[in-house]
């Protein structure tokens, strides 16, 4: 208890005198940011869990691309089990001249059976709570349905060729999720109406799912017998097993969430060894006191052991409250990508927080304050006596397991936690390599260059490890805000700047077999040259040579992202004019049974010529062998395929067809004609859908931007450890020089110089690593030439100037401050 | 601009009139020196001697305008200190004067050369390599040119202390305890390369010390005990 009570006393101690400031800040950074990142997943994962079953409007659901059996259905009602139905489908409504991609979907009386629909009037806020969806012959609609078609509450709104009264705004359905489909204003309607609409026919890309509730006994019996009924297309979710998943879009932002929380706290850990290691070089003299007075090592250990301890309890504690914050900023900026009710926040998350912030200390401050054991007695004597450095083994070793486990949580994935962590640590050490080269490279030139030049480059010079770190940490937090920036700036635009003059800019989908020549004689009619008209069979790949595709794909690749839904299924006499066969032959009439496999899709899948493909349309299943390989333009904007059959091998099946065209702005007229004339047919505007992308990467960055700050408050803390780490040496350098006649405006000056050239340096290593990220970002998934950017060459430096010139100059202005008479009394 | 021609005629380099330091402290104020009352004519050596804490290094101070008095002044070369803000008394030091610590005070990250260098670089003299060479050579250190405080003896750094000094050619040399971090056969060598330079530039000398044999030397000795003169 008294050891406990001298380390309280030591603890207090030093906190007043300011000594422990740096070190606790950055521990606040680091474990805000985590603990804010840990609530956010938390909350997401157990919004989908404990909310199941409002999430899914039922205790089971059926998702189906297409009706499910009728015997089912009765099989339900003869269980007493209550059910329901909803179809989907995007269609475009157009109203008063102006046109809108929405999400239609039609529900059935009884839905939702599990949670509430909520429905408010235009103008007020309130919300109504309802057990039940819109009457037939009228229509619920997203609030931003009604400015952009200039509707108000009353008017009739066409969906197809049914039109409906628009009675209320729909705030709230229990199993909208955040991807890209309900991102897209909703439209509800009452299921009755659904035919009269004329946009459902066989073949059309409809998202069907049956909602089944009632005592558990008769849903499990169900569930037992149903489930070996179901052919790969139908997934069965309930609430135990199954359950709804995330959308893409959140699931990808939580994961860059996760990510760029480790980097703060990577930047914030560096920090935290700084401050540790200049908190226990000051306290060489005391413990070798200490020691003299007879304390063991051991004890040397525990006395200072538990200061920290205590410092990082309370540093977590409070980083926990500033997480708890931070996450509500993360929920508002990713607003409407999230479902609209969310579990509330849970205090296991809140421990996590805590356990990190001291995971991090244990990291990153253990090696540096385990040298304190060794400062021997001696030292009393022989003040120049300084204990042996910690084994680099254990600093980096500590630190990179902790980063590992973090990583780890975040991927729960042990293949991309060793990517991440080799290919991040490889980055490092290159990066850190290129400056101290740098470095190196400029201390050539020291004796070239005039005395505030000289002196400035010697501070940064003086301590090269530290200046390294200093360089990397805000290198990184440039880049990652120079990405942000660009993505969510550049990136459209420029894809959409490099796409031919005149190349489509409107895919029609869902042409009936019967109205496709009329369409197309439209359009010819009207001057406008379309692409090529490819039938469209929807189905899905389930084997490979017999073998379940889920076996071959690895998380997150283009082929996991293929299986997990149904393609869009064509045949062909000759393969497109821009598609290349890489491997094997394109077909001339060729006999029915062969297929032509898109080449990074069956690299992905390792598909190989001759393999036997199966696919299920429906309840159906047919199967298919590789003809060949070819490689596709995907960004010509025509119809583009993964897989092409050959003739007569989708006969069976029922068949919608898809072209693409050009029109100009001074055309778009011509879309109202034909959306009248062809109500079922989709079109989309590619503009449309890319003002919707943008709009998801603008809530995505912006998310992604709020922990970037914390980065750079991390970056801040990195820098003001070295500075303080040196201050007394500067201090002192300060006060020589200015007896000798030095004035504070030339000490200022190489300040300025010091911790620009830091900032430039820092702007500079951004701009290389943002062009490099950028230029695989285009060229690699984007497929479109890359231009370097000279805003990033010019922006990044100034910005890293002016801001670490500003902070580092601000750090050091004690220097300037004190009397030159410090010299003296040394 | 400041006024730095020096009057060669006999008119006081150094003037201090009722010169005196006080510090707040928990107990009251502390008077560290009072009315210190004083004419130094240029050539002039001083030696400043008294016990541990009689206000030796903290009159030197005052009179090098490293510190400002709490009252009277300090007038150098008829420039009233207490008048210049920290800038000026600045460029009166790079311009006027030179020193010679205790703890020589050399700065770790540069060499000989350039520690030697650094007064006349920051009075922006054109020749402060060759001025700095010769005068290293002067003091016996041109092999040691490239070489930082870490790689040179004791009695070496107060060499190159001692070329820093010198090299501004100052009217005024103020030394704290010079030789009290060396042996005294270093020690010794140091004081007469000290006074040799000191003759050659013509320097007015102010020198804080314990020693009286060294003080013996200067042409005029003041005592202090408990911040006056005695």
Redesign the interface.
């Known amino acids: 208890m008294k050891r406990f009570n001298l380390a309280l006393k030591l603890l207090w101690r030093d906190s007043r005198s300011g000594e422990l400031t740096l070190l606790l800040l950055a521990l606040l950074i680091a474990v805000s940011s985590s603990t804010a990142i840990s609530l956010f997943a938390d909350r997401l994962h157990r919004t989908m869990t404990v909310q199941a079953a409002e999430f899914l409007a039922g205790d089971l659901v059926v998702a189906a691309p297409a009706l499910i059996a009728e015997v089912w259905l009765t099989k339900a009602g003869e269980l007493g089990l209550s059910r329901s139905q909803t179809s989907e489908f995007a269609s475009v409504l157009l109203e008063n001249n102006e046109m809108l991609l929405a999400s239609i979907k039609s529900v059935s009386g009884g839905y939702p059976l599990r949670g509430k629909l909520k429905t408010s009037d235009a103008e007020s806020q309130d919300e109504t709570v309802v057990a039940q969806g819109p009457e037939a012959g009228s229509t619920w609609v997203d609030k931003r349905i009604l400015p952009a078609l200039h509707l108000k509450i009353g008017d009739t709104l066409t969906v197809g060729e049914k039109a409906l009264t628009i009675s209320r705004v729909l705030s709230y359905e229990p199993d909208k999720r955040g991807d890209f489909y309900s991102f897209s204003p909703r439209v509800m309607i009452n299921q009755s109406d659904l035919a009269a609409t004329g946009v459902i026919q066989p073949g059309s890309h409809v998202r069907y799912a049956f909602q089944f509730s009632g005592d558990e006994q008769a849903l499990a019996t169900f569930k037992d017998w149903l489930k070996p009924q179901l052919n790969p297309s139908q997934k069965m979710l309930d609430i135990h097993e199954d359950r709804p998943e995330l959308g893409s879009a959140l699931q990808r932002a939580e994961r860059y969430l996760g990510l760029s929380s480790i980097v703060v706290i990577l930047i914030a850990g560096v920090a935290i060894a700084m401050a540790t290691r200049r908190y226990t070089e000051r306290h060489f003299n005391a413990t070798a006191i200490l020691r003299c007075l007879g304390c063991k090592q051991a004890e040397i250990i525990w006395l200072y052991g538990l200061q920290f301890l205590v410092l990082g309890l309370v540093a977590s504690g409070v980083g926990c409250g500033l997480g708890w914050l931070a996450q509500f900023g993360l929920f508002e900026l990713l607003k409407s990508l999230l479902p609209q009710e969310l579990a509330s926040p849970s205090w296991l998350a809140v421990f996590f927080g805590l356990i990190t912030g001291l995971a991090i200390l244990l990291g990153f401050a253990l090696p540096p304050l385990l040298r304190l054991q060794k400062v021997s007695p001696l030292r009393v004597l022989r003040r120049d006596l300084e204990p042996l450095p910690t084994s680099g083994w254990l600093i980096y070793g500590l630190a990179l397991a902790i980063i590992g486990g973090l990583i780890w949580r975040y991927t729960e994935d042990p293949k991309m936690t060793s990517i991440i962590l080799g290919v991040g640590t490889l980055a490092l050490f290159g990066l850190g390599t290129a400056i101290y080269g740098l470095l190196l490279l400029a201390r050539k030139l020291l004796p070239k260059m005039g005395l505030n030049w000289r002196f400035g480059l010697q501070g940064l010079l003086r301590n090269s490890e530290a200046s390294v770190s200093q360089i990397l940490a805000f290198s990184i937090t440039l880049t990652a805000m120079a990405l942000s920036f660009s993505v969510r700036s550049d990136l459209i635009d420029n894809w959409q700047q490099q796409l031919p003059e005149q190349a489509p800019n409107h895919f029609a989908l869902n042409i009936l077999p019967e109205r496709q020549k009329a369409f197309q004689d439209e359009l010819q009619q009207a001057q406008i040259a379309s692409s090529r008209f490819y039938p469209v069979v929807r189905g899905r790949l389930v084997t490979i040579n017999n073998e379940a595709v889920q076996g071959r794909v690895s998380k997150d690749s283009q082929g996991e992202g293929a299986t997990q839904r149904e393609l869009s299924l064509t045949w062909a006499v000759q393969l497109p004019d821009d598609n290349k066969t890489v491997e094997g032959d394109a077909w001339q009439a060729a006999p029915s049974g062969l297929v032509s496999v898109e080449q990074k899709l069956a690299e992905s899948l390792k598909i190989k010529l001759g393999d036997q493909l199966t696919f299920t349309v429906g309840s159906a299943q047919f199967s298919a062998k590789v003809a060949n390989i070819r490689s596709v333009q995907w960004d010509t904007m025509r119809p583009n395929f993964y897989m092409i059959f050959s003739p007569g091998t989708l006969d069976n099946f029922p068949t919608m067809y898809m072209t693409s065209f050009y029109l100009a702005d001074s055309q778009k007229n011509l879309l109202n004609t034909l959306l009248k004339k062809y109500p079922a047919i989709t079109i989309l505007e590619v503009d449309q859908i890319l003002k919707q992308f943008k709009m998801i990467l603008t809530q995505l960055t912006k998310a992604i931007n709020l922990l970037l700050y914390f980065a750079l408050a991390a970056g801040f803390t990195v820098l003001f450890a070295a500075v303080y780490a040196t201050l007394d040496q500067r201090i002192y350098e300060g006060a020589l020089m200015r007896t000798l006649g030095a004035r504070r405006g030339f000490l200022r000056a190489t300040h300025v110089i010091e911790f620009g050239l830091l900032g430039i340096l820092a702007g500079i290593l951004a701009a290389l690593a943002s062009e490099a990220i950028l230029y695989a970002l285009y060229t690699r998934v984007m497929h479109i030439d890359y231009h370097p950017s000279f805003q990033l060459w010019g922006a990044l430096p100034t910005i890293g100037a002016a801001t670490v010139g500003l902070a580092g100059y601000w750090g050091v202005r004690q220097v300037v401050r004190q009397p030159p008479l410090q010299v003296l009394r040394r | 601009m400041l006024n730095t021609h020096i009057d060669k005629t006999n008119s006081p380099i150094i003037v201090t009139e009722q010169l005196g330091k006080t510090v707040p402290t928990s107990e009251g104020i502390l008077h560290i020196l009072s009315s210190v009352n004083l004419i130094i004519k240029p050539g002039e050596s001083l030696a400043i001697v008294g016990e541990s804490g009689s206000g030796k290094?903290t009159l030197?101070?005052l009179l090098?305008g490293?510190?400002t008095p709490s009252t009277g002044r300090v007038v150098i070369n008829g420039r009233d200190l207490t008048k210049l803000d920290?800038?000026g008394r600045?460029?009166l030091?790079?311009?006027l004067?030179g020193?010679v610590?205790q703890?020589f005070?050399l700065?770790?990250?540069l060499t000989a050369l350039e520690n030697v260098m650094?007064?006349l670089?920051?009075?922006g003299h054109a020749q402060a390599e060759a001025a700095a060479r010769a005068l290293l050579d002067r003091v016996g250190l041109s092999h040691r040119l490239t070489h930082t405080p870490r790689q040179l003896s004791g009695g070496e750094q107060q060499r190159v202390a001692l070329a820093?000094a010198f090299v501004t050619r100052p009217a005024i040399l103020f030394a704290?305890e010079p030789t009290g971090n060396l042996d005294s056969k270093t020690g010794a060598y140091i004081i007469d390369l000290l006074f040799e330079l000191n003759q050659e530039q013509h320097t007015t000398l102010i020198l804080v010390t314990h020693d009286m044999s060294l003080a013996g030397r200067c042409q005029r000795t003041i005592r202090l005990d408990a911040g006056s003169m005695v």
């Open positions: 290094s030197l101070s090098a490293l510190d920290e800038d600045a460029l030091r790079n311009e004067v020193f610590f703890s005070q700065l770790p990250g650094l007064p670089e920051l009075s820093r704290d």
